[in-house]
T-cell receptor
């Protein structure tokens, strides 16, 4: 069983389209995250949800909107895709508490053409 | 958020121990030291974490300096599969859900 699963694994789309990436965790964790890894390989946190409530919202364009229907799912919807949105997006989850580690998904490679 | 400093890259020979250093001179008393690694084309993977005492698990050991301003991740016997980017991160924050902030990490090359 995959602990944190993301779909799709690859996504190629044209500029201006709207797309969604889905994430599910079966670990019973309370908190879920979205990270973006750009071409320079830097990992940046975008959002975090704790029990369906948004708790971290970094400086991300409004075109990005996370949605958490329940604590096991955190989806990322992106409107009006731009070339600069091309990156690998990672979902992660963790228990509350500084002494818990994160479990990451395998990533979604988004290419905007 | 407290920052960490790591060498950009390190090399090791297969089956030899590897010591990956990390400096975190501004660490606060409640920050946990976490290590993650990212293998090529994969998501980051949790390796180990600690607060004050040295820690061991099946993947690695974590040696924490007495003043907590530095730590060392120890891979006891490097294999080719250990070639990855290793990130040293402080997890703290005012809430229990303190975020992980990734730096540039150390790219470890393992030579056969």
């Amino acid at each position: 069983d995959t602990a944190v699963s993301q779909t799709p694994k690859y996504l190629v789309t044209q500029m201006g389209n709207d797309k969604s990436i889905k994430c599910e965790q079966n670990l019973g964790h309370d908190t879920m995250y979205w990270y973006k890894q750009d071409s320079k390989k830097f990992l940046k946190i975008m959002f975090s949800y704790n029990n369906k409530e948004l708790i971290i919202n970094e400086t991300v364009p409004n075109r990005f909107s996370p949605k958490s229907p329940d604590k096991a799912h955190l989806n990322l919807h992106i409107n009006s895709l731009e070339l600069g949105d091309s990156a690998v997006y990672f979902c992660a989850s963790s228990q509350d508490g500084r002494h818990y580690g994160y479990t990451f998904g395998s990533g979604t490679r988004l290419t905007v053409v | 958020d407290a920052k960490t400093t790591q060498p950009n890259s390190m090399e090791s020979n297969e089956e030899e121990p590897v010591h990956l250093p990390c400096n975190h001179s501004t660490i606060s008393g409640t920050d946990y030291i976490h290590w993650y690694r990212q293998l090529p084309s994969q998501g980051p993977e949790y390796v180990i974490h600690g607060l004050t005492s040295n820690v061991n698990n099946r993947m690695a050991s974590l040696a924490i300096a007495e003043d907590r301003k530095s730590s060392t991740l120890i891979l006891h016997r490097a294999t080719l599969r250990d070639a990855a980017v290793y990130y040293c991160i402080l997890r703290g924050g005012s809430s229990n859900t303190g975020k992980l902030i990734f730096g540039q990490g150390t790219t470890l090359q393992v030579k056969p």
